[in-house]
């Protein structure tokens, strides 16, 4: 059984950093893409980051501030969030294997999601 568990999330004042982790489990995702999406409340869920291989991809808001990256020994990916903003503030998502684009939702493996809420 696969699984994506998140950690790292929880209450910083803007400007403040955090670093999200997920973990995988049941298989290895090295030449998968993996990536995190947000979900601010009432909104649609949204691309924030992706990795494959070396390549990386964000969305415009993030760029600069956030950075994602993998660790294939350890089955993890990272998202270091700095410079955060009270828009940054959503759940975020953990993805393995798209199904179609990286930036879409439609994504093989989910995580629950962490909570990262940014104060002003």
């Known amino acids: 059984q696969v699984q994506l568990v998140e950690s790292g999330g929880g209450l910083v004042q803007a400007g403040g950093s955090l670093r999200l982790s997920c973990a995988a489990s049941g298989r290895t995702f090295g030449s998968s893409t993996m990536g995190w999406f947000r979900q601010a409340p009432g909104k649609e869920r949204e691309f924030v980051a992706a990795i494959r291989w070396s390549d990386t991809y964000y969305t415009d808001s993030v760029k600069g501030r956030f950075t994602i990256s993998k660790d294939n020994a350890k089955n993890t990916v990272y998202l270091q969030m700095n410079s955060l903003k009270p828009e940054d503030t959503a759940v975020y998502y953990c993805?393995?294997?798209?199904?179609?684009?990286?930036?879409?939702?439609?994504?093989?493996?989910w995580g629950q999601g962490t909570q990262v809420t940014v104060s002003s």
């Open positions: 993805a393995a294997v798209p199904r179609g684009s990286y930036y879409d939702t439609e994504y093989e493996y």
